[in-house]
């Protein structure tokens, strides 16, 4: 393992090189690496271990788990296919080279996160991560400068409490080692100092899987990000995220680590803290994004919502949620990044993100559009996609442990999500076709074959689970999660839940069935006349008069309703509070301060600098350093 | 394969049977109207004669939606017991939240195909549709989780069994309240209405449709109005035979019909300050009592 992601990082920065001559050959190595690993994950053994190096007398450890495996897998999934992706539309960037590079670095780092076997490994290969992911981010639209700066901050913010907290373990067990830490956790007597490390290394989740309070990175960054990239960012990056949550409410035993904190059906305290953060994430994911007009801040805000599922699922500590949540993580990995896949490609075609600027793409980018409708309807949650299998199971466990407040919340957020995937769908790819995209073309195969290979997966997975749910059951045995309770059921062909169970097989049919017989009853009755949009249409600025009570159109581009789709809705919380303005105060307050300081120090007066010099060397000679 | 059978059967009653209560809704709320009405096969004669003209389509992802609205129509129709666990189709598959998020195909599927016709009234009108689903269905869902979590199942004919001791309108009269306000959104039923609104935004969704596209959504619709009801007779009012079930549907249907003939239609954000205020809060009310165990 060691060998492998020392050499990956080190082909990293070769690749850059190059690049320089040709990206695309650059591009295609960064594929091949892609695959590479992709296979390489598949022969790994789980349960072995590696020392990479040695920092202060410290070993690093990699160890290789069912938790590297799965969150690997779907990590490689979505860079595989986004470096696919790449090697046809790097040709509308402007840093081709250095998005190679820092792809392959951060690819290689978030395996190393995975793969970590200590606290020490996961912060350094966690910072690679970012760090590379941050400089990608500049290379997309003007804001980007100021999107990397807040990504990088927010970041951070959650990466030095995590490093706090890993310092603060190291000096009370003198050890690094989650394993042995896990255990030390589960023994040791003091609540405070339990609870404090719990929340300073969720801290690290929370700030990089966008929960609540440090959630606005996302609309920032992934709006801004390269294109192609945001697919990354929110597919792959968020899961870092997720992936440390996991690590401190389940492989460390929260249960067990927190008895006698238990606040409302068996869950501890400080697990209902975070519970609750995830349940604000959905709501202020979920209203915002359905506000949006800019369609990759939606999905970005989506993001947000989603994260909240991910975490609502794994901190309930309840079998079914555990695994709801986990298998979430793989579902929204694949719908973000074919959304942003698809919108990625949009954008290649027409330059702009603005839902209120497009229309009727459709007739133009078939595939695009089907790739996006596939991937909103997992994403929404409705079968027979694989999204509706980890809402159904976090929704088993919300419902069994009568948690009807967050269970609301959830609710809302899975409706909400209909309102707002329908936003771009109806605005973007349906409805009128404005006259500048007239001569839009789909994108290139090598584009939309990733694209179309997630869908199918996704999609497989919606009908036929139990390949991707046998590596989260491991999971749960290992982290030993009501070991006997069994969701699984391939050989009845069944997904059980607490509450009863459903058979996806049969639901599939039903679907297949159903379209059968409205096609039948359709191929039955009289064929249709096939009429343009606007019917009597013939020439341009020939007078239109369809439905319009009596006015007639000329412009074609008006008839397209896309802007303020939820009008009605939207005003109900206009004036709502927003914590994005609140950070911008906190920022504002700062600034000032250092203004303030800024003036006393560097007056433009030479007679203040006289004072400030001699006031300093009064006070050397005072204190005598 | 008996399933299969009896889930041809639900197919069979949810056309004949609902067609024919649309028939008599019409009359009810004509003679409301102090009106004579059309006769009760009236929807037949719809349906059949529009399923026989001349269509136009909009192109194919108009044909798309249209096929996609049916086809999760039937196949959420196919799957929800009729009161009993003998006219259960598929007694592993009919969990609550299957048939829930199964029923969303249909209205995707619609929403998609009726906004590809590029008319913004459709545009309008799914908009309005989906904004009234946040409305009505969180009540809904809140009340379902409560009586899930108080018979441990979200197995639809479990739920009917357990109800042999008494009807969920008695044990829990509040949520049976609650769900039969959210019914009435479900249905879009005269005060919630908004998303048609035939006199605003020309039936919103449904402007473009003609000849056997009006036919096959007003069928998908028939199939809707099946799963809907159904889920609330089987959740509420208990089991029994088929006629009985078939008799509770009947009253159900009715008394839909008769508090929509005399109501005006709600603006869409009234409709929303009104489901998040008075239902949700009972909604809660009664997942409160289930949790306290007081129930009747």
């Not at chain 1, 007239?438 to 869908?455: R, S």
């Not at chain 1, 009755?525 to 159109?553: C, M, Q, R, S, W």
């Not at chain 2, 239902?279 to 009664?286: E, K, Q, R, S, T």
Request: charged share 10%.
């Amino acid at each position: 393992m060691a060998i492998t992601l020392i050499s990956i990082l080190a082909l990293s920065v070769a690749v850059y090189f190059i690049s320089k001559l040709s990206w695309k050959v650059g591009a295609v190595i960064n594929a091949l690496a892609g695959a590479y690993l992709m296979i390489y994950l598949f022969t790994l053994k789980v349960g072995s271990s590696e020392v990479l190096g040695t920092l202060f007398g410290e070993k690093l450890l990699l160890t290789y788990t069912n938790a590297s495996f799965y969150f690997s897998f779907v990590s490689m999934l979505v860079i595989l296919a986004v470096m696919v992706f790449a090697i046809k539309w790097l040709d509308s960037q402007k840093y081709p080279s250095a998005f190679n590079m820092f792809l392959l670095m951060m690819t290689a780092a978030s395996l190393g996160v995975f793969f970590a076997g200590d606290l020490l490994t996961l912060y350094i290969f966690w910072e690679i991560a970012v760090l590379s992911s941050m400089l990608i981010v500049p290379m997309g639209k003007k804001e980007a400068r100021r999107a990397a700066i807040i990504y990088a901050v927010m970041s951070a913010t959650g990466t030095y409490m995590y490093l706090y907290a890993s310092f603060m373990i190291y000096s009370r067990y003198g050890n690094f080692n989650l394993a042995e830490v896990a255990k030390d956790l589960a023994n040791d007597p003091s609540m405070p100092f339990k609870v404090t490390v719990y929340l300073l290394l969720a801290a690290a989740g929370i700030a990089k899987s966008g929960i609540f309070p440090l959630h606005t990175w996302l609309r920032i960054a992934h709006g801004n990000a390269p294109d192609a990239f945001s697919a990354v960012l929110s597919g792959q990056l968020v899961k870092l995220g997720s992936y440390v949550l996991m690590l401190v409410t389940a492989f460390f035993p929260t249960l067990k680590m927190f008895q006698g904190l238990e606040l409302y059906s068996k869950i501890p305290s400080p697990n209902y803290f975070l519970l609750a953060l995830g349940a604000t994430s959905i709501i202020v994911g979920t209203l915002m994004a359905i506000k949006q007009d800019d369609m990759k801040m939606l999905i970005a805000f989506s993001s947000v919502a989603n994260g909240g599922y991910i975490l609502v699922g794994i901190a309930t500590m309840d079998a079914i949620g555990f695994e709801g949540g986990i298998l979430h993580v793989f579902n929204h990995a694949l719908a973000a990044a074919i959304i942003f896949m698809a919108f990625a490609s949009v954008v290649y075609r027409t330059h702009t993100t603005k839902i209120s600027e497009m229309g009727g793409l459709i007739h133009k980018m078939p595939i695009t559009f089907i790739s996006y409708l596939f991937a909103i309807i997992s994403l929404a949650g409705i079968p027979p996609m694989s999204g509706f299998i980890s809402k159904w199971m976090i929704y088993q466990a919300l419902v069994r442990k009568g948690m009807f407040v967050t269970a609301f919340i959830a609710f809302f957020g899975s409706i909400g999500s209909f309102l707002y995937v329908f936003r771009p769908l109806a605005g973007v790819f349906l409805g009128q076709l404005p006259k500048k995209y007239k001569d839009v073309k789909e994108v290139p195969a090598i584009m939309w074959i990733p694209m179309v290979t997630l869908v199918a997966i996704s999609f497989i997975m919606g009908v036929w689970p139990f390949p991707i749910l046998k590596p989260i059951e491991a999971m749960r045995a290992d982290f030993a999660i009501s070991p006997s309770v069994k969701i699984a059921d391939a050989s009845n062909w069944l997904v059980r839940g607490v509450t009863g169970s459903w058979n996806p097989v049969i639901v599939f049919n039903l679907f297949i069935i159903g379209f059968a017989i409205a096609y039948l009853l359709y191929t039955l009755f009289p064929k249709p006349k096939k009429v343009d949009l606007l019917a009597p249409h013939k020439e341009e600025g020939a007078p239109i008069n369809i439905y319009t009570g009596g006015e007639y159109i000329y412009t074609p581009d008006l008839y397209q309703y896309n802007t303020k789709m939820y009008a009605g809705f939207e005003r109900m919380y206009e004036k709502h509070p927003s914590w994005e303005k609140v950070l911008d105060m906190l920022c504002k307050f700062f600034h000032d301060l250092g203004q303030l300081v800024h003036g006393w120090f560097f007056r433009p007066s030479p007679s203040a600098y006289a004072f400030w010099t001699v006031m300093t060397l009064l006070i050397v000679f005072w204190v005598r350093w | 394969m008996t399933g299969v059978y009896k889930a041809i059967f639900n197919l069979a009653i949810a056309f004949f049977f609902v067609l024919t209560l649309e028939g008599i809704g019409r009359k009810i709320t004509a003679r409301v109207q102090r009106r004579i009405g059309p006769p009760w096969y009236q929807s037949f004669i719809d349906v059949f004669k529009a399923l026989s003209k001349h269509p136009f389509s909009n192109g194919w992802i108009f044909d798309f939606g249209v096929l996609m609205a049916l086809g999760g129509a039937i196949a959420t129709a196919a799957i929800v017991p009729m009161g009993s666990t003998f006219w259960t189709p598929f007694p592993n598959t009919d969990n609550f939240f299957v048939i829930m998020y199964l029923f969303a195909v249909g209205a995707l599927g619609m929403a998609m195909g009726m906004v590809g016709s590029g008319n913004p009234w459709a545009s309008i009108g799914v908009t309005r549709a989906l904004t009234q689903m946040l409305g009505y269905e969180l009540p809904y869902l809140i009340v379902l989780a409560s009586m899930m979590f108080y018979y441990k199942t979200a197995s639809i004919h479990l739920l009917i069994e357990k109800q042999a001791g008494g009807w969920n309108l008695l044990v829990m009269p509040i949520g049976a309240i609650v769900a039969f306000i959210s019914l009435l959104g479900m249905l879009g039923k005269k005060p919630f209405d908004i998303a048609i609104a035939p006199a605003e935004i020309a039936s919103g969704p449904m402007v473009e449709l003609s000849g056997k596209y009006l036919g096959l959504l007003h069928i998908m619709h028939v199939f809707s109005i099946f799963v809907e009801i159904t889920l609330f007779v089987d959740v509420f009012l208990g089991g029994g035979n088929f006629w009985w079930f078939l008799l509770k549907f009947l009253i159900v249907w009715i008394l839909a019909v008769l508090i929509s003939s005399v109501l005006p239609r709600f603006r869409i954000e009234q409709m929303l300050k009104f489901y998040w205020g008075v239902p949700l809060g009972l909604a809660f009310l009664n997942a409160f009592f289930v949790l306290m165990g007081w129930t009747l």
